[in-house]
């Protein structure tokens, strides 16, 4: 590693991984010397942190912020390379003297721009003697106050860690002001960050009401479930007093329609303890009945009734009031069916103009803006500016690229970001990585077989096809360039309008010039699934490129399909994944896919997709609109790729799911066949809200394009021998079915019910599905068999699934 521009005492610490070392050398000299060494010292770093597996993040650390020209420029050295994860490991008393005995203004903006992310406890430790020695004031950002709390429930003694110091008035409160900071509310024996927080809400009123008040204020915000419910928690561990609860009677009242199930919950028992103490007046109790009487819960309402009739007995003179809330009135007749209008998906915005545009796109890109629209642009806008000014894209976007650089050629850099890297340094003609040099020559040496290499690894998913393409710009615009590419998309779903694509290649051949062979498969794959129109072949049949007759058989022939199976999977037992937090299932319903003879490059790899006798981990899918906009015209492939992500996210341990893709494919062209109907059983089923609301929104995209009959069985199959959550289901087929798609959700409740009504003990929301199903059928008129239907609904009982079951009855007869 090079230490050229260092002065050969210092140089000779920093190759030993001298922290006293490094430590004396810079403290002896000058501050302006010390500025003056910066440059070296920074780039010395740069080239040694490349290698994630270097120690030496602790000298590199002390050196960096020994001789920092300001805090800026400092955490910008911080953020460099492997040091960004390993900054707990540079040494505390070492550089915190130095940075003090170098008396600069700066240290309070260095501890706040430090703080503004995520704080290993011993970055925090740091920070907190940074601001001891120099007598500064804690910074108010959630970094900080995370990282304290981090810090309290890791000592030994959490209370003494808690109260000693300046911290617990000013940042106890930024425990309900930050989204998801409140993971670190754990309780335990005693001894954690949530055991000493009572203890001190015990010892001091003023913070007990902080801290009641704090949770039901951050619970009525609202957010993510996992972030609310450690508030929950709290709340119920404070077990605050019937006065404490009419004091905040608003409040509660307000966590009555909370979409957390378990904040309802918390407020209703609340409510209804104060009430019970006499603490409400009956208008009170009217309001709060009337919100939670229209939650769906049928445990939650089962208990709102009997406070009801409760109450109606303490107040016999309001007791007619009190009990009209309970009346049950019929469920209002769904609408009967009209035709729903079909996707209207957005044309994608004009091409980038200027290479200032194409710099300000790059930039929105590289901040995360993952869209179709920015993608396809600014893949589309540096092909074209490569071509035709060279100089101009250069100037424009070399600063986006440089304020970026880590992020795109380090060693944490991922895929798709590396490969997006690696083609802005190849057009920029800037030197890469040795690595990353390494790389490049290897794909030289296999040319095309080296580009399309990722296409045959078991981790690939149609987001790989991106990566290709990228792949092919880094080597085509240095060895082949082209004016432009031809599989941009014309519409933000990823389709290209067949004529547009016939007058870009009837353009390449004007020009004489032809596509690569990577952007013209894309391009093929992107065509919609509609007649072109003999004057549109006429005019794809006159090319005489092999580009344009590659186009004009697409056109005649349509899109290849592969062969999709249905495939049942079963394992011996629960397996416990090395890698992940959840457990593969015993059973799943899963699809497999089979190429057509003849299929391309792209094809082959993603029409093959084999069939495994075992749940399997499948592809992450990160960018569900980049699955799909690469294969527009194929959900069904779309969707089986994705199935075993979708089935993790409806099963035992799951989280939140790629949903989001489910209406993205009901906006695309294809068939609709086993993998797009478990897609939808396991997008109903999830555990998250916002994974079931996607499903909603697919169920009334996808029109009639699905068997939906099979859809249903799908859903009885894997609730009867896979175990997923019927109820989850049941609500979101009935607010499909009131949302206009009662014929397809009838179909759905009709396919399903069979498996259902033959399990041994009925699951909970069969009921539910009964009663959606007789709406639909009322609705539609169509009435279909279901067996097994006849016998529940002849059973002498008056359980909910007997009513129902004979409600469903009467309505098919």
Not at 45 to 50: R, T, V
Not at 559 to 584: C, F, G, H, I, M
Not at 734 to 739: I, L, P, Y
């Amino acid at each position: 590693m090079t230490t050229t521009g260092l002065a050969p005492e210092l140089a000779r610490a920093l190759r030993r991984r001298d922290i006293p070392g490094v430590y004396a050398q810079l403290l002896a000299l000058s501050e302006k010397e010390r500025k003056a060494a910066f440059p070296a010292v920074s780039a010395y770093a740069k080239e040694e942190l490349a290698d994630w597996s270097s120690d030496s993040a602790a000298v590199c650390g002390l050196a960096l912020l020994g001789c920092a020209p300001s805090a800026k420029r400092a955490m910008t050295a911080l953020n460099r390379g492997s040091l960004r994860w390993s900054r707990q490991s540079i040494p505390l008393t070492e550089v915190v003297s130095l940075l003090v005995k170098r008396e600069v203004p700066w240290l309070s903006e260095l501890v706040t721009l430090w703080s503004n992310r995520t704080l290993h406890p011993r970055e925090w430790m740091i920070l907190d003697a940074l601001i001891t020695a120099a007598g500064l004031e804690p910074p108010l950002t959630e970094g900080f106050a995370e990282g304290w709390f981090t810090w309290v429930d890791r000592r030994w003694k959490t209370y003494e860690g808690l109260t000693a110091g300046p911290y617990a008035p000013r940042l106890l409160p930024l425990l309900f002001e930050y989204e998801r900071i409140g993971h670190v509310l754990q309780f335990g024996d005693g001894l954690r960050f949530g055991d000493a927080l009572l203890r001190l809400a015990d010892d001091d009123r003023s913070v007990r009401d902080l801290l009641l008040t704090g949770c039901l204020a951050r619970l009525l915000r609202g957010g993510r479930a996992a972030d609310l419910r450690p508030y929950v928690t709290l709340h119920d561990r404070l077990a605050p007093s019937r006065e404490e609860v009419a004091a905040r009677t608003h409040d509660y009242l307000g966590l009555l329609g909370s979409d957390l199930s378990t904040a309802a919950a918390m407020a209703q028992k609340a409510l209804r303890s104060a009430d019970e103490g006499g603490l409400l007046d009956v208008e009170t109790l009217l309001d709060v009945s009337a919100v939670a009487l229209q939650r769906t819960e049928k445990g939650f309402l089962k208990t709102q009734s009997t406070w009801v009739r409760q109450a109606a007995g303490r107040h016999p003179q309001r007791a007619a009031d009190l009990l009209a809330l309970l009346e049950v009135t019929a469920e209002t007749p769904l609408a009967a069916p009209v035709p729903l209008p079909g996707p209207v998906v957005p044309e994608m915005p004009p091409p980038i103009a200027t290479p200032t545009e194409l710099a300000e796109e790059l930039a929105a890109l590289l901040a995360g803006d993952r869209s179709v629209a920015t993608v396809e642009r600014v893949l589309a806008g540096l092909v074209a500016f490569h071509g035709r000014d060279r100089d101009a894209l250069a100037a424009a976007i070399t600063p986006v690229v440089t304020a970026n650089e880590d992020g795109l050629t380090g060693t944490w850099a991922r895929e798709p970001r590396a490969g997006l890297g690696a083609m802005l340094f190849a057009l920029l003609d800037r030197p890469l990585s040795t690595t990353a040099r390494l790389m490049e020559a290897f794909r030289d040496l296999g040319a095309e077989h080296g580009l399309t290499k990722p296409l045959a690894k078991s981790s690939r998913s149609p987001e790989t096809i991106l990566q290709v393409r990228m792949a092919a710009i880094t080597r085509y615009c240095r060895y082949s360039p082209v004016p432009s590419l031809v599989a941009t998309p014309t519409r933000t779903n990823g389709h290209i309008d067949p004529a547009v694509l016939v007058a870009r290649l009837e353009r390449v051949e004007r020009e004489g010039w032809e596509p690569w062979h990577l952007d013209l498969a894309q391009a093929l794959l992107r065509l919609p699934r509609e007649d072109p129109g003999g004057d549109l072949l006429r005019r794809a049949a006159a090319l005489h490129s092999a580009a344009g007759k590659a186009l004009t058989q697409r056109l005649r022939d349509g899109q290849p399909d592969p062969v999709v199976t249905r495939v049942e999977q079963r394992s011996a037992r629960k397996v416990e994944n090395y890698y992940y937090s959840w457990r593969l299932p015993e059973w799943r319903l899963t699809a497999a896919l089979a190429p057509p003879p003849g299929a391309g490059t792209l094809e082959s790899a993603m029409f093959h997709l084999p069939a495994h006798d075992k749940p399997v981990h499948g592809p992450w899918v990160a960018e569900p609109q980049t699955w799909a906009a690469a294969l527009p015209s194929h959900r069904e492939v779309v969707a089986a790729w994705a199935l075993p992500q979708l089935a993790a996210a409806a099963e035992e341990a799951g989280g939140r799911g790629p949903a989001e893709l489910l209406p993205l494919l009901a906006d695309g062209h294809g068939p609709a066949g086993p993998a797009t109907s478990l897609a939808l059983v396991y997008g109903m089923t999830a555990r998250d809200t916002a994974d079931r609301v996607a499903a909603l929104d697919a169920i009334i995209g996808f029109g009639d394009a699905p068997e939906w009959r099979q859809t249903g069985v799908d859903l009885g199959d894997c609730v009867a021998s896979g175990g997923l959550t019927l109820s989850r289901a049941a609500s979101t087929l009935r607010d499909a079915a009131e949302a206009g798609a009662a014929d397809a959700v009838g179909q759905i409740c009709l396919g399903a019910l069979p498996a259902l009504l033959a399990m041994e003990k009925p699951r909970p929301g069969t009921a539910d599905v009964l009663a959606v199903a007789a709406r639909c059928v009322r609705a539609t008129g169509r009435r279909q068999p279901v067996d097994g239907l006849a016998e529940i609904a002849a059973r002498k009982a008056s359980s909910q699934l007997v009513a129902a079951a004979r409600d469903l009855h009467a309505a098919l007869m």
